[in-house]
């Protein structure tokens, strides 16, 4: 899931300024991990330990409360009484990637994907975003080539993935839903020829930035077998030590998986 978080990281600064390019620092003195990462880790933690993924998204993103979450999440996030409030949007898919390492039958990660989006997201298009990304991860990192990871996503979820990065960017604009997002943060994976390009096509869409950057940068991590080592570093040096200390747990007992 480290993969995930420098997505996120990387793509932070340009959530509010979009940019259509690739050119760009990869990171930018303003960079830091936001709800994306924040969540991811929970996700990360609820499996390490065996605890129920309400519990621990509600734990962790109270731990940070300033991270950027949506305010329909963050009333959910201190309520009393937290209900899943239909959403759509793109928070089910963007926390999900540890899912996608962790388990070890696609059966299993649609069903843990589905878990992790209803505490929440329990609109169809909320658990649908959850499922597309936690299943491209399993998919990539199960030795499933690209073309076989498009056909089964598209296939399932009906998503058009029939498309190329160049074709999206021109017109594309900042769409928090996961029937918007998801699809393009596959496609900035499945055009990329490297874990760094995949982050830089994803950021050039011009969208959501971190977040369609934290997908397709946990599906890349999954494929291209982990994160240049200078990337990771950089990662561990946002991070605050509780935080890291999920996250080296987590890649210790998934890593080799």
């Known amino acids: 899931m480290i993969g995930a978080i420098a997505g996120d990281i990387i793509g932070s600064v340009y959530e509010g300024h979009p940019i259509k390019t690739k050119a760009f620092p990869l990171f930018h003195p303003q960079c830091r991990f936001t709800d994306d990462t924040v969540l991811t880790v929970a ?51 963007m926390r999900v990637s540890p899912v ?17 989006a209803v505490i929440s997201h329990n609109h169809p298009e909320g658990i649908k975003g959850a499922q597309a990304a936690a299943l491209a991860v399993f998919l990539a990192r199960s030795g499933h080539e690209k073309e076989d990871i498009r056909y089964r996503i598209s296939r399932r979820f009906g998503y058009d993935l029939n498309r190329g990065v160049d074709d999206i960017r021109t017109g594309y604009a900042f769409d928090l839903s996961c029937q918007g997002s998801v699809p393009e943060a596959v496609i900035a994976f499945l055009d990329s020829t490297s874990y760094e390009d995949a982050i ?8 959501d930035s971190d977040t369609q950057a934290c997908i397709a940068g946990g ?32 890649q210790r007992k998934y890593a080799s998986c």
């Not at 300033?66 to 009393?80: C, E, M, N, P, V």
């Not at 390492?101 to 990660?109: D, K, N, P, R």
């Not at 830089?200 to 869409?205: H, K, P």
């Open 200 to 207: 830089r096509n994803a950021i050039s869409l011009g969208g």
């Open 43 to 93: 996700i990360a933690d609820a499996i390490l330990n065996r605890r129920p993924y309400l519990d621990a998204v509600r734990a962790f993103g109270r731990r940070y409360p300033h991270a950027g979450y949506g305010g329909s999440f963050i009333r959910w996030l201190f309520s009393a009484e937290p209900a899943p409030y239909n959403s759509w949007g793109n928070g089910a898919a």
């Open 100 to 116: 996608g390492f962790a388990f070890t039958s696609e059966e299993e990660v649609l069903e843990q994907a589905r878990q992790t």
């Open 219 to 250: 599906i890349a991590e999954a494929f291209y077998g982990g994160v240049p080592g200078e990337i990771r570093s950089a990662v561990d040096a946002h991070l605050t030590p509780d935080l890291r200390e999920v996250v080296d747990a987590f």
